[in-house]
């Protein structure tokens, strides 16, 4: 089993930063593929972004490509996602998930098996 635990979220201006860290524990995440999703409120939960486990290739979508940067550090077995530029829209809870390496960048919910319980991430205009 996988114990995900994300953190870094809070309130920030429009234009400013964050960045988000998910702690893995209870196996080493090292061989998994990790990713980041979101959902607001009345909203279906959202890809945000992946990476795969040897930390290249990862993948974004579009509305953050540019201003998020996701990354990982397998020997804290961590992920991280730096956002930068942000905006009233990126308001969410954001999840952190993991899976098995399966060769792909998986960027549907259904795909992961281990969930964080989220982090809140407010933008203000």
């Known amino acids: 089993q996988v114990q995900l635990v994300e953190s870094g979220g809070g309130l920030v201006q429009a234009g400013g930063s964050l960045r988000l860290s998910c702690a893995a524990s209870?196996?080493?995440?090292?061989?998994?593929?990790m990713g980041w999703f979101r959902q607001a409120p009345g909203k279906e939960r959202e890809f945000v972004a992946a990476?795969?486990?040897?930390?290249?290739?990862?993948s974004y979508v579009d509305s953050v490509k540019g201003r998020f940067t996701c990354s990982r550090d397998n020997a804290k077995n961590t992920l991280y996602l730096q956002m930068n530029s942000l905006k009233p829209e990126d308001t969410a809870v954001y999840y952190c998930?993991?899976?098995?390496?399966?060769?792909?960048?998986?960027?549907?919910?259904?795909?992961?098996?281990?969930w964080g319980q989220g982090t809140q991430v407010t933008v203000s205009s």
């Open positions: 209870g196996r080493t995440v090292s061989r998994y593929n």
């Open positions: 998930a993991a899976v098995v390496n399966a060769g792909v960048l998986f960027t549907t919910a259904a795909s992961y098996n281990y």
């Open positions: 990476i795969s486990w040897i930390g290249a290739p990862t």
